[in-house]
């Protein structure tokens, strides 16, 4: 699992400067897609939800290692349950 040094919280520390290269189809799909933040908001924001997915990915592992993998029928249930429950949240808020 990541130690310390590499955790990140949203908005923690100071604004540093990068040069970064996109592919041709990526930055014009970026500048339909910005707001008032700007492109360097948004590529930000991009990589500190890749940061968190990174770290869930590595609890999940840390988890597995101890606990072995989870059963497939269960998660199916899960799933469905919390599908159902997030559709009917939506339906009670239209």
Same mark, same amino acid.
Do not use: Y
């Given at each position: 699992?990541? $130690?310390?040094?590499?955790?990140?919280?949203?908005?923690? =520390?100071?604004?540093?400067? @990068?040069?970064?290269?996109?592919?041709?189809?990526?930055?014009?799909?970026?500048? =339909?897609?910005?707001?008032?933040?700007? @492109?360097?908001?948004?590529?930000?924001?991009?990589?500190?939800?890749?940061?968190?997915? $990174?770290?869930?990915?590595?609890?999940?592992?840390?988890?597995?290692?101890?606990?072995?993998?989870?059963?497939?029928?269960?998660?199916?249930?899960?799933?469905?349950?919390?599908?159902?429950?997030?559709?009917? =949240?939506?339906?009670?808020?239209?």
């Amino acid at each position: 699992m990541a $130690d310390d040094s590499t955790s990140c919280s949203r908005g923690d =520390g100071l604004n540093s400067g @990068i040069s970064v290269s996109l592919t041709d189809g990526t930055l014009p799909a970026i500048q =339909g897609r910005v707001d008032e933040r700007g @492109i360097s908001a948004q590529l930000g924001e991009a990589a500190q939800h890749q940061i968190e997915r $990174d770290n869930l990915d590595e609890l999940l592992a840390d988890f597995e290692s101890v606990n072995g993998p989870a059963d497939p029928a269960a998660v199916a249930i899960k799933q469905t349950l919390l599908t159902r429950a997030a559709s009917a =949240g939506a339906d009670s808020t239209a």
